[in-house]
């Protein structure tokens, strides 16, 4: 595979893992949902997304990526603390 091609699909992994996220959020939310599995996937996600933009070595797919998922890493820790407040 060429070189350019695999940088190219590594930023749009990065960018597909905030999709994802967002599908995810919006079929996982209500009133019965597991907020320890919502926060794991977020953050399992974010981390993969980070990574997947910093590998893509190109500006622009670095700069998208990093916002947007460290935008779902922040979101995921906002719901952690909403857990620990809310506690069982």
């Given at each position: 595979m060429n070189k350019k091609k695999a940088k190219n699909i590594l930023g749009v992994l990065s960018i597909?893992?905030?999709v994802i996220s967002i599908?995810?959020?919006f079929i996982t939310r209500g009133p019965n949902s597991s907020l320890t599995l919502a926060i794991s996937v977020f953050t399992v996600l974010s981390v993969l997304g980070i990574i997947f933009a910093i590998t893509s070595k190109k500006l622009w797919f670095i700069v998208i990526?990093?916002?947007l998922n460290s935008a779902?890493?922040?979101f995921a820790y906002f719901l952690l603390i909403?857990?620990?407040i809310g506690g069982p």
């Open positions: 597909l893992t905030v599908i995810f959020f990526g990093i916002i779902v890493l922040v909403a857990l620990a």
